[in-house]
């Protein structure tokens, strides 16, 4: 393909050891195929650096990254590796989460009681390991605080307590074993919501405590909280996704580096003549004789086609910001190329990430929060929308 995505190893890696810093026990957040960037791609830098914990969205991501552990022959190493799922996940599927070792965050009464109908009714014996969810503030997924007496009620029926080895070698009727309770926080940025937020989840966790309710792990963080308050908000684990592939969780930056790079090249230059129109629509017309070049990307492999509407958005040609004009087409781009010197047919382009200047040597930055800017997005809806481009690991 003409376009492709580099992904920089070193980089990501660099990201992992700084969010480490602040909290060194981390669930690697992988969800939708790594947030676009392939599992495949992904997994394996992480296994390298000791990561062992990994959140997918769907159950079957899971069958991905068994996938790469076979390919890696680390397929021994499964019971080494931890996954939960973060999204739902239908009730025909916990046999295969049971016996898979997958963790399933639970977080309604109906899920819940889906899956233990399904345990009473195939399983003897069997242990559940769930994550419970629970709303602080978000309300998007989660036991709210005034349904939690009644989610202990239940879970007294099925518990087990994961610090006594005794009852996990012996077990006399299927059980659920709880990982974690967790939470999300919904704007890291804004501190006293955040407290509020931070302040129910206490609550929360007070009653399953005041009710001998066992669990194992605490965890709140994801990436923007983790950043903007370092280690104050820090339990068992932070969830890092958007941190690991280069994306500023913060509105400032936090001197996480670029892991990916979007490249292309030019198929066609043309000149044309002051007020001739480029594009579909006409919309795009010159203001002066130009040479316009057309690069072959478009809304097709995820370049979102709102940057057109942003009259700033531009791409790097030889170090320098040729401007994007006109509407953007399924895979080609119209780029104005008239104040770029030595610029011919085939050579390389950048969408997203840094290209240097030959001449002059200075190199020039294109950010995925650039790219949100001009979209009127955020940055995982610019980066997500780039999985189906072709990938490498450099």
């Given at each position: 393909?003409?376009?492709?995505?580099?992904?920089?190893?070193?980089?990501?890696?660099?990201?992992l050891?700084?969010?480490?810093?602040?909290?060194?026990?981390?669930?690697c957040?992988?969800?939708?195929?790594?947030?676009?960037?392939?599992?495949?791609?992904?997994?394996?830098?992480?296994?390298?650096?000791?990561?062992?914990?990994?959140?997918?969205?769907?159950?079957?991501?899971?069958?991905?990254?068994?996938?790469?552990?076979?390919?890696?022959?680390?397929?021994?190493?499964?019971?080494k590796?931890?996954?939960?799922?973060?999204?739902?996940?239908?009730?025909?599927?916990?046999e295969?989460?049971?016996?898979?070792?997958?963790?399933?965050?639970?977080?309604?009464?109906?899920?819940?009681?889906?899956?233990?109908?399904?345990?009473?009714?195939?399983?003897?014996?069997?242990?559940?390991?769930?994550?419970?969810?629970v709303?602080?503030?978000?309300?998007?997924?989660?036991?709210?605080?005034?349904?939690?007496?009644?989610?202990?009620?239940?879970?007294?029926?099925?518990?087990?307590?994961?610090?006594?080895?005794?009852?996990?070698?012996?077990v006399?009727?299927?059980?659920?074993?709880?990982?974690?309770?967790?939470?999300?926080?919904?704007?890291?940025?804004?501190?006293?919501?955040?407290?509020?937020?931070?302040?129910k989840?206490?609550?929360?966790?007070?009653?399953?405590?005041?009710?001998?309710?066992?669990?194992?792990?605490?965890?709140?963080?994801?990436?923007?909280?983790?950043?903007?308050?370092?280690?104050?908000?820090?339990?068992?684990?932070?969830?890092?996704?958007?941190?690991?592939?280069?994306?500023?969780?913060?509105?400032?930056?936090?001197?996480?580096?670029?892991?990916?790079?979007?490249?292309?090249?030019?198929?066609?230059?043309?000149?044309?003549?002051?007020?001739?129109?480029i594009?579909?629509?006409?919309?795009?017309?010159?203001?002066?004789d130009?040479?316009?070049?057309?690069?072959?990307?478009?809304?097709?492999?995820?370049?979102?086609?709102?940057?057109?509407?942003?009259?700033?958005?531009?791409?790097?040609?030889?170090?320098?910001?040729?401007?994007?004009?006109?509407?953007?087409?399924?895979?080609?781009?119209?780029v104005?190329?008239?104040?770029?010197?030595?610029?011919?047919?085939n050579?390389?382009?950048?969408?997203?990430?840094?290209?240097?200047?030959?001449?002059?040597g200075?190199?020039?930055r294109?950010?995925?929060?650039?790219a949100?800017?001009?979209?009127?997005?955020?940055?995982?809806?610019?980066?997500?929308?780039?999985?189906?481009?072709?990938?490498?690991?450099?």
């Amino acid at each position: 393909m003409l376009v492709n995505l580099e992904i920089k190893k070193t980089n990501l890696e660099k990201n992992l050891k700084i969010a480490r810093s602040i909290n060194e026990n981390l669930i690697c957040v992988i969800k939708d195929n790594a947030y676009g960037l392939g599992i495949e791609n992904i997994l394996p830098i992480l296994l390298e650096n000791k990561c062992d914990y990994f959140a997918v969205a769907y159950i079957e991501e899971t069958l991905k990254i068994q996938e790469v552990l076979e390919n890696l022959k680390l397929k021994n190493q499964n019971n080494k590796i931890k996954v939960m799922t973060l999204n739902y996940v239908k009730p025909e599927n916990v046999e295969y989460a049971i016996k898979n070792n997958i963790e399933l965050t639970v977080f309604n009464f109906s899920q819940l009681l889906d899956y233990l109908k399904i345990l009473d009714e195939f399983f003897e014996n069997t242990i559940l390991k769930i994550h419970i969810k629970v709303n602080s503030g978000m309300n998007r997924l989660g036991f709210d605080e005034n349904e939690i007496l009644e989610l202990v009620e239940i879970i007294k029926k099925y518990e087990i307590d994961p610090l006594n080895n005794e009852s996990k070698n012996k077990v006399l009727k299927n059980k659920i074993e709880i990982i974690s309770i967790f939470s999300h926080i919904s704007d890291a940025e804004n501190q006293v919501e955040t407290e509020k937020q931070v302040e129910k989840y206490e609550r929360i966790l007070k009653i399953f405590d005041e009710n001998n309710i066992k669990y194992q792990y605490k965890h709140l963080q994801a990436s923007p909280l983790l950043f903007k308050y370092g280690q104050k908000y820090n339990y068992d684990f932070a969830r890092v996704g958007m941190a690991l592939y280069g994306m500023e969780p913060l509105s400032y930056d936090v001197g996480l580096l670029d892991v990916i790079t979007v490249k292309s090249q030019i198929i066609n230059i043309r000149n044309v003549k002051k007020n001739d129109k480029i594009s579909y629509g006409g919309k795009g017309i010159v203001k002066q004789d130009s040479k316009i070049g057309i690069v072959a990307i478009g809304y097709a492999h995820g370049l979102q086609k709102q940057i057109e509407n942003s009259g700033e958005a531009y791409i790097l040609v030889n170090g320098q910001k040729a401007k994007i004009i006109g509407e953007i087409c399924m895979d080609m781009i119209f780029v104005d190329l008239t104040d770029i010197e030595n610029v011919e047919v085939n050579d390389e382009v950048v969408i997203v990430g840094s290209q240097k200047n030959i001449e002059n040597g200075i190199t020039k930055r294109i950010t995925l929060r650039q790219a949100a800017k001009w979209a009127r997005t955020i940055q995982d809806d610019i980066l997500t929308k780039f999985g189906g481009i072709k990938k490498t690991v450099d």
